[in-house]
């Protein structure tokens, strides 16, 4: 190749270089474009999950709320059911136990008065007579008050315990009025003397005691 040659070539490629200097710039990068393009498409759809999530949560939560509100109602239901249940079996068995109670007291009342005839049985021929006959007197009047003292004990385990009336006003929820005596020295209605002792259970009168009441008669006499 000889020089003309070359140097019409070099100054071609020199004003092919000017031109591509003088115009205009090339467009950014396609690629960078439709990255972005799918950073915000995918930042809209992480949006709308995130939505859609929070309103199932939040569905979740009304429904979990429900369920709970459920159960503590049904739990106050089972618990009042069970209330019921002990209430009725504890009054069925205290109706059960009710008449072996006062027949066990009755018993009671029969050896209290055994050992109380005993105790007021004067000496004399009789007395002499009933210790000759039966030499072991004292022994079996300390086996009644061991027997009186064992049912006292069962009584209590039952929560069952003898009525004190004595001294205290009249009461017809928890005694019966047999008899009326004159005694200015207390007021008028005190209990004075308990004939037949009542008996409480768990605070409830289990057998109604009968007793004498005072009197006065001074406003009479007047």
């Known amino acids: 190749m000889d020089d003309t040659i070359k140097q019409a070539l070099l100054s071609r490629f020199s004003a092919y270089l000017d031109a591509a200097e003088d115009g205009p710039e090339p467009p950014g990068d396609a690629g960078e474009t439709a990255d972005l393009y799918s950073v915000f498409v995918e ?105 009186v003292s064992r049912l006292d004990q069962v009584l209590l385990d039952r929560g069952i315990v003898p009525t004190q009336l004595a001294g205290g006003p009249f009461d017809p929820r928890s005694a019966r009025a047999v008899g009326t005596a004159p005694d200015s020295s207390v007021p008028e209605g005190t209990v004075i003397e308990e004939v037949r002792t009542g008996f409480l259970w768990d605070g409830q009168v289990l057998r109604t005691a009968e007793v004498i009441v005072s009197k006065n008669d001074s406003g009479e006499r007047a």
Request: glycine share 6%; aromatic share 6%; no cysteine.
């Open 43 to 147: 930042v809209a759809g992480l949006r709308s999950e995130v939505r859609t999530e929070s309103r199932l949560v939040k569905d979740a939560l009304d429904q979990f709320r429900a369920v709970f509100d459920l159960l503590r109602s049904s739990q106050a239901t089972v618990q009042q059911e069970l209330d019921r249940a002990r209430t009725e079996s504890r009054d069925r068995e205290r109706a059960v136990l009710r008449p072996l109670l006062l027949d066990v007291i009755d018993l009671r009342d029969r050896l209290v008065a055994a050992l109380k005839l005993v105790a007021e049985t004067r000496p004399g021929w009789f007395g002499r007579l009933f210790r000759r006959e039966a030499p072991g007197g004292a022994a079996w009047q300390e086996g009644l008050r061991m027997i």
